[in-house]
């Protein structure tokens, strides 16, 4: 029924928002606004590709952001088409493949030294052995999962597309808490991946809340609202928090559709700072720097202690950009059409590009050490070096 709402919505939205881009249920072909095309420059990052490869299906059209996820040496990716795979993540090659008839894997994959944790659109969750692909568990849960989990030290976080985060037992999946926020009756498609640490669960909600919940008993422990909702039509009020969420050195960054960006002291949720921003897909904190692209395609960078703002690239406008990552001393984001843009931390100008294949970029890309690992919605896998 919800999807449903998505689907009809489409015309208001588009009429509401004067052809806005940036709903996610909407096609390339009925983008009103055509992407930017993108200009030419002398590459300034030496940017090698280590190599490339198949992550099955990927997402397909199920509106999830799949990203890889990667432990150690290891790489580990899941697809639409109900395959699991372990990579090596120097190689790409593949290390062990696991497929479930009949399952179509839209959260995840998340990773440890010993689990492999992913959801499917039928709200299931198995989990695999990191070492061999073996099934372990699986457990029922309300609704379609279409996000990464979160495994931390004492418990898997699990979020349904209903509004209602699990915490389960990474050793059989048994249910030990259930948090729960009301659904608006029009959102987005697409939730923010819960995010563990300081003993606590966070993630954001359609209500446009940012909420932490204590990772032992799922009680909450504080709210914080990124963005009010209001407005007289249900198009007006949309508010969801669904990009992706960064915790680092007991700050939490989170942004929201029509709201902010914002940082806030983990342990109690007060505010640092926060600057009006829309943005569907999230941020990547390193070092001095907030990046953050909004939901028109501009890509924006925040000082991380001040919320002051750095830089914005206005070149990659209408592009429908992945949540983006941080590598060195460069931003690394997606694209629409396949292509992986590398931008200068210094001052956003561009410094590298490369393309995947010919389908979006949803997912973040996924940094380890000077690699960065993207996938496409296709499927398409690749291994960059920056240098």
């Not at 449903?4 to 939205?13: D, F, G, K, R, Y």
């Not at 052995?129 to 099934?135: F, I, L, P, R, V």
């Not at 940012?210 to 209001?230: H, I, K, M, N, Y």
């Not at 001393?329 to 490369?354: I, K, P």
């Amino acid at each position: 029924m919800r999807r449903t709402i998505l689907i009809v919505a489409v015309a208001v939205l588009v009429a509401t928002l004067g052809g806005c881009n940036w709903f996610k249920g909407l096609g390339k072909k009925d983008n009103v606004e055509p992407p930017t095309p993108l200009v030419e420059f002398a590459p300034t990052a030496n940017v090698q590709k280590v190599w490339s490869g198949s992550a099955g299906g990927g997402s397909g059209k199920s509106g999830a952001r799949m990203n890889p996820a990667v432990v150690a040496d290891r790489l580990y990716v899941a697809s639409v088409d109900g395959e699991v795979q372990a990579l090596d993540a120097a190689t790409g090659r593949r290390l062990w493949s696991t497929k479930v008839k009949k399952m179509a894997w839209s959260g995840g994959p998340a990773a440890n030294a010993d689990l492999v944790v992913v959801g499917a659109l039928n709200g299931q969750v198995r989990a695999f052995s990191a070492q061999d692909g073996s099934e372990l568990w699986q457990v029922q849960l309300s609704s379609e999962i279409i996000c990464a989990p979160a495994i931390g030290t004492g418990i898997i976080a699990v979020r349904t597309q209903d509004g209602r985060l699990y915490g389960l037992d990474p050793a059989d999946g048994t249910r030990r808490w259930v948090y729960e926020q009301a659904v608006p009756v029009l959102s987005l498609r697409g939730n923010s991946s819960p995010v563990i640490g300081n003993g606590l669960v966070f993630d954001g909600f359609d209500t446009g809340r940012l909420v932490a919940v204590r990772e032992s008993d799922g009680a909450p422990a504080w709210t914080q609202v990124l963005t009010a909702g209001e407005g007289r039509t249900e198009v007006e009020r949309l508010a969801d928090s669904d990009g992706q969420l960064v915790l680092d050195n007991g700050e939490v960054f989170a942004s929201s559709f029509r709201g902010q960006v914002a940082a806030f002291y983990a342990d109690s949720g007060r505010s640092a700072w926060s600057r009006e921003l829309s943005s569907f897909s999230g941020l990547a904190v390193g070092g001095t720097a907030v990046v953050v692209s909004d939901a028109d395609g501009n890509v924006w960078a925040f000082d991380r202690q001040s919320g002051a703002n750095l830089w914005k690239q206005e070149g990659l406008l209408h592009r429908w950009l992945s949540p983006p990552a941080i590598v060195g001393n460069y931003a690394v984001v997606g694209d629409l059409e396949g292509y992986v843009h590398w931008l200068s931390l210094t001052d956003g100008s561009f410094a590298g590009r490369q393309r995947i294949g010919k389908k979006a970029i949803e997912s973040a890309p996924v940094v380890n050490g000077d690699v960065v690992f993207v996938e496409s919605a296709g499927g398409n896998l690749a291994a960059f070096r920056t240098q």
